[in-house]
């Protein structure tokens, strides 16, 4: 028996790659245009979920593990707060970008930098762990026991 | 001060961040934490920690006066900027000491009452509700007051919702609050969409200057006033936006009701404080007929109309929740007499109010822990049964109902002259009426647990069955304090008015 998806798969594998570069683009070249870890973080995680609709979700959960979520929102957050930690021991305010390295200017882009990276993390493992746990939501009562 | 310089220079310094930054992080750690023990201590030390900071914050502002922490180095109004002052350096110590008082308690609470996988996410989301609680009183930005709302808001949902493993109906009540507490903030926020508009900025006191340069503003900031007002009131839980609360404190776990009582509402009404005198100031007319006339209005119907509620509820743990409602209209009702005692009582009861609701959760969480009782006329025999936390529970309800040498009795006493002073025979008789409702509603409970006997199951009477020592531990502290500040024991009650007072003062500007 033929597939009945197969351009949508032939298409959707096309493209995944291509959603995740762009996802990057955004993330990278937030510095100078529209964009940042928030956005980026989106539409890296949308690629999986695109994945997830059209291979179905328990392919999506041994390419993007549920493991990997939690932890990378916790890890997230902690290379946002981390940064501020470093400015804390390197002796300045919380998040004084300004301090982490010698011109003061180049330290605000290290410092934006890291916090966009742990923004991305966060983001992503955010939107797919909602949608992984609205995916494998099991009915508490079976359709014949109402 | 002498105290103080025990304090390591760093922590004063950078204390305003630390005492956000470090619940939020380690919440972050203890989310992913193996160990449930280990997360427990991990929280236990944070809110130690924090404790400590906030402690020494209050110092500060008392010894040094106000300090401004900016975010980043950027000097506000474009940065962020943290204040510590001395209207919110109570609310914090208040805030951390509760804190640690529940989890202290949580160790056998939650074992009792969260699934063991669920616990570690439990105490992240209990950290970084702590934190957004922290931030909110601690924040200089109105914006950024909304942020740490929700932060606070999203994970009570989620710790409500915990619930559901010893009583099903935590789920509604965790939605009804989820639902009822995003329309608050919604509020919130769009009420600060308009102000931004009037004023062109975000932070607060660059936002007062503005609006008392412009004379209140216009109908713009009028709007947005009256939405701040009414989303911080679904937060607060004024009188007819409360209906999310009963059902949140009756089925969420122990620890969180105990939290939540003691906390949650007592940092929105810090806000509403916040917002009412120095944002706005009651010089426009606007403001001051909200305060005159809203606020006192909402307030005193709350008072008799929760604790006639509470007077009628099977489940004593809704007649505690319904009491809160009332509580929140004694305090509503110092605000409104706008004087600096008015002020001052409504704050004091604010503090009060935390220490003796908490305590009485906690007690009704250890009833429940021993015995798995709620309801009333369970309670019969109690104090043969459980003596201890019995009598935990009777010094925090007669603080309640304001008997002479507690908490209660301070700050009923200083709202009452504040109300005569404005003339206001009706407040004071209004305060009266509710207490003596209060007599009604707690000496019922009291009245089964000390004049009933214990029933009997299979034929024996049931026995003696204190409980642990972790949970005895933080009731009797609070009990302590409460008395403390009743009968002015090491100069506690003292203390707690001069706090008020200078709270007060700083509202109605004659100087902090």
């Known amino acids: 028996m033929r597939d009945p998806h197969v351009i949508l798969r ?72 981390g940064t501020g930690v470093v400015t804390w021991i390197l002796g300045a305010d919380f998040l004084s970008y300004g301090v982490l390295a010698e011109k003061s200017y180049h330290g605000q882009h290290y410092g934006i930098i890291a916090v966009e990276l742990g923004i991305l993390l966060a983001v992503t493992s955010v939107m797919i762990a909602i949608f992984y746990a609205f995916g494998s939501r099991q009915p508490e009562t079976d359709e014949g026991d109402w | 001060m002498d105290i103080l310089s025990l304090f390591p220079a760093w922590l004063l310094e950078q204390g305003p961040a630390f005492v956000i930054v ?3 992080l380690m919440g972050a750690i203890v989310a992913i934490m193996p160990s449930r023990t280990l997360a427990w201590w991990a929280a236990l030390i944070v809110t130690l920690l924090c404790t400590v900071t906030a402690f020494g914050l209050l110092l500060q502002v008392y010894s040094n006066g106000a300090s401004l922490y900016t975010m980043g180095g950027w000097d506000p109004p474009h940065g962020i900027s943290l204040v510590v002052d001395a209207l919110s350096a109570p609310v914090l110590l208040l805030i951390a000491a509760m804190a640690v008082v529940t989890m202290v308690y949580a160790m056998p609470a939650t074992i009792a009452e969260v699934e063991p996988k669920k616990r570690a996410p439990f105490y ?3 950290l970084l509700c702590f934190a957004g609680l922290m931030g909110m009183v601690i924040t200089g930005d109105a914006f950024n007051v909304f942020v740490f709302l929700e932060v606070s808001s999203i994970s009570t949902y989620a710790l409500v919702a915990m619930g559901a493993a010893r009583d099903r109906r935590a789920l509604a009540a965790a939605y009804n609050y989820l639902i009822m507490g995003s329309i608050g903030a919604t509020f919130f926020v769009i009420g600060l969409g308009f102000l931004f508009m009037e004023t062109g900025t975000l932070n607060m006191a660059d936002m007062s200057r503005i609006l008392s340069d412009l004379d ?35 089925y969420s776990p122990s620890m969180v009701t105990v939290f939540l009582a003691s906390t949650a509402t007592k940092a929105a009404l810090y806000l509403l404080l916040r917002f009412t005198f120095t944002v706005f100031d009651p010089s426009f007319n606007y403001d001051i007929v909200v305060i005159k006339y809203v606020l006192v209005g909402v307030g005193v119907v709350g008072m008799i109309f929760a604790s006639l509620q509470a007077i009628f509820q099977t489940d004593a743990r809704r007649t505690l929740a319904y009491s809160s409602v009332a509580q929140v209209g004694y305090m509503l009702l110092g605000i409104g007499i706008a004087t600096a005692a008015g002020i001052a009582a409504g704050y004091l009861h604010l503090l009060n109010h935390a220490i003796i609701k908490g305590g009485l959760f906690l ?10 009782i709620t309801r009333v006329t369970d309670f019969n025999g109690l104090s043969k049964t459980m003596p201890w936390t019995m009598g935990a529970f009777m010094i925090s309800g007669l603080s309640l109902i304001g008997v002479p040498f507690t908490a209660g009795f301070v700050s009923k006493v200083n709202l009452t002259i504040a109300a005569a002073d404005k003339g206001w025979w009706w407040a004071v008789a209004v305060i009266v009426v509710t207490s003596v409702l209060a007599i009604i509603y707690i000496g019922r409970i009291l009245l089964a647990a000390y004049f009933g006997s214990p029933p009997e199951i299979d034929g024996e009477t049931v026995k003696r069955n204190e409980a642990p020592l972790m949970m005895l531990i933080p009731m009797w502290i609070l009990v302590f304090l409460s008395i403390g500040i009743g009968s002015n024991l090491f100069g506690l009650g003292d203390n707690f008015v001069m706090a008020s007072e200078r709270a007060a003062n700083l509202l109605v500007g004659i100087g902090g």
């Open chain 2, 124 to 126: 992240a989301a209990f």
């Open chain 2, 216 to 250: 209140g503003g216009s109908r713009v900031a009028k709007v947005g006033y009256g939405f701040i007002v009414v989303g911080l009131g679904l937060k607060l839980a004024m009188f007819p936006l409360h209906t999310w609360l009963p059902g949140a404190y009756a």
């Open chain 1, 10 to 81: 032939v298409v959707s594998k096309f493209l995944i790659p291509f959603i995740a570069l762009f996802a990057f683009y955004v993330q990278f070249h937030g510095d100078f245009g529209p964009g940042g870890g928030f956005q980026a973080g989106v539409i890296l995680a949308a690629a999986v979920i695109l994945y997830a609709l059209i291979f179905g979700l328990e392919a999506a959960k041994t390419a993007f593990p549920p493991s990997w979520v939690r932890i990378g929102m916790s890890l997230g957050v902690l290379l946002y707060g």
């Open chain 2, 363 to 372: 007690a009704m969480g250890a009833f429940w822990y021993r015995f798995g």
């Open chain 2, 22 to 24: 470090l619940p939020l």
